[in-house]
């Protein structure tokens, strides 16, 4: 029987859904989260869904004493590893928060684990690792070239997590590369929370098409792609959550640093999502055409094939699927965890 996995940033968007996942799942887990850019309702809702109300330890990672306590008490063995800051463009505006957090609380979850003896370690990377100038679809071994301090944070985690298999043999680790995720739980129960003015497609899109803002602003229609606007390979939450598992299994029987891309290795346009949005909600999205937004790269697509031969996974979920369940998950939580139904 398999022990605990402690789950960190367990709260938040996508490890909330894998919380979900590991407890259907059969797995025991607890949580560690600060709660900086989540809430407590969440657990509510985990319980709604799985009928488990998983074990939640408020704090932050950088304090390694408390994270070795949760090790010991839940025999941990092994760690999914979510936990960090995610605005790309917050991360301009404060690299010293992005490196303090991100790397600080990597460092020392390595620390505690090491003084545990636990060795399997499975971490949210990125797309943003990958060069700005590469040509999709992007392999694992393409260049790697973050162009902001949010992804060097995790192209340098990614290297120390690498390094740890030349210091102790047994590390297990996994480097999961998260395409676009979107979507939210089936039952609108779990989903993608913005503090203040979405940055984010969807979510933007979603406050759009429930009237909470006035419109759409598309940065670019002047690319090199056949609508004119950018391309990203939009991948569903919960096809995330499965990979987290099928990453488990996999680490299981071998130890190593295995990277892995998520993504469907389909890309969508802006404009394409935009109207499917729109044959969702039934009326048409209001939007304009706006300059391009400084940093992003044109097309962004996963090739997805590594982690099919390895893990036995792939995205199963559509386009259509994501935008139906970020819609009903918007619907049903205007105002994300402090809605009430
Ligand atoms: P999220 O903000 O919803 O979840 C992250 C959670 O970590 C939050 O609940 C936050 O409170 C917690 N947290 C942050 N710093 C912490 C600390 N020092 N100690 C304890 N808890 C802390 O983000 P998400 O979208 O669920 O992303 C999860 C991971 O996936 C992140 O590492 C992110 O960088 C990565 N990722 C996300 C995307 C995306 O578009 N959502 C894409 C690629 C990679
Ligand atoms: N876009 C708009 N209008 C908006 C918001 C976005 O036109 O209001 C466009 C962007 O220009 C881009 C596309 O929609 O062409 C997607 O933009 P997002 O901001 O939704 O996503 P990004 O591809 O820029 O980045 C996201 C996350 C990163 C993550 C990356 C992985 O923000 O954290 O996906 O590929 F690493």
Excluded at 154 to 169: G, M, N, S, V, W
Aim: net charge negative.
């Amino acid at each position: 029987m398999d022990k605990y996995v402690l789950v960190t940033g367990g709260t938040g968007y996508i490890g909330s859904h894998t919380a979900v996942a590991l407890l259907e799942a059969g797995y025991q887990i607890v949580i560690i989260d600060n709660l900086n850019n989540s809430s407590k309702e969440v657990l509510s809702r985990i319980e709604e869904i799985t009928g488990t109300t998983p074990p939640f330890v408020q704090a932050d990672l950088r304090d390694t004493d408390t994270v070795h306590e949760v090790f010991e008490k839940y025999s941990v063995t092994s760690v999914m590893h979510f936990a960090g800051h995610k605005a790309v463009g917050e991360s301009v505006e404060n690299p010293s928060m992005y490196y303090a957090n991100n790397i600080g609380s990597t460092l020392s979850l390595i620390e505690a684990m090491q003084a545990a003896e636990i060795f399997t370690l499975i971490f949210s990377s990125s797309a943003t690792v990958y060069s700005s100038t590469a040509l999709s679809p992007f392999k694992e071994e393409t260049e790697k070239d973050p162009i902001n301090p949010y992804g060097m944070t995790k192209y340098l985690i990614e290297q120390r997590l690498t390094d740890l298999i030349k210091t102790h043999a047994d590390w297990r680790i996994g480097l999961l590369r998260y395409f676009n995720p979107l979507g939210a739980h089936p039952t609108g129960r779990l989903g993608e929370t913005s503090i203040g003015t979405p940055n984010n497609l969807m979510p933007y899109l979603m406050q759009v098409a429930s009237g909470k803002l006035p419109k759409l602003k598309i940065f670019g229609d002047d690319y090199d792609t056949p609508d004119g606007t950018c391309i990203r390979d939009y991948i569903h939450v919960a096809d995330l959550a499965k990979g987290h598992l099928a990453a488990l299994q996999f680490l299981k029987g071998r130890t190593g640093a295995h990277a892995w891309n998520l993504g469907t290795g389909k890309g969508t346009s802006v404009l394409e999502l935009v109207e499917t949005v729109e044959k969702v909600i039934g009326y048409p999205i209001n939007r304009e055409i706006t300059s391009r937004r400084e940093g992003d790269v044109i097309e962004a697509i996963a090739d997805p094939s590594k982690a099919y031969a390895e893990l036995l996974w792939r995205a199963e979920l559509t386009i259509d699927d994501m935008c139906k369940d970020s819609w009903n998950w918007q619907q049903q939580n205007p105002d994300g965890y402090s809605s009430t139904r």
